[in-house]
């Protein structure tokens, strides 16, 4: 069975830090390249950040980039959102799909984050 479980999110103070896990199971993880988008209350998902599997090519979105990185552990089948600096227009629900070759395959529940003082 194929799972995607995001953990780590919750309530932040504006300019604190946190870092997204997720765990993968039941696929194989190294082949596929990692990515983590969110999606705010009335808007589209957005791409946060992404890892690809072989040549360890990352992009960012550009409402994040310079505030967040990503990281994966294939030992582990995890794969990690550091994001610092955060701000009011953080605050989403956080996924962590898994694609192969350009293709969304599988797809977490997701996990809330919060920014308030």
């Known amino acids: 069975q194929v799972q995607l479980v995001e953990s780590g999110g919750g309530l932040v103070q504006p300019g604190g830090s946190l870092r997204l896990s997720c765990r993968a199971s039941?696929?194989?993880?190294?082949?596929?390249?990692m990515r983590w988008y969110r999606q705010r209350p009335g808007k589209k998902r957005e791409l946060i950040a992404g890892?690809?599997?072989?040549?360890?090519?990352?992009e960012y979105g550009d409402a994040v980039k310079g505030r967040v990185t990503i990281d994966r552990d294939d030992a582990q089948n995890m794969v990690y959102l550091e994001m610092n600096l955060l701000k009011p227009a953080d605050p989403a629900v956080y996924y962590c799909?898994?694609?192969?070759?350009?293709?969304?395959?599988?797809w977490g529940q997701g996990l809330q984050v919060t920014v308030s003082s």
């Open positions: 799909p898994a694609w192969y070759y350009g293709h969304l395959i599988y």
């Open positions: 039941g696929f194989v993880f190294s082949g596929y390249a």
């Open positions: 890892l690809r599997r072989a040549d360890g090519d990352i």
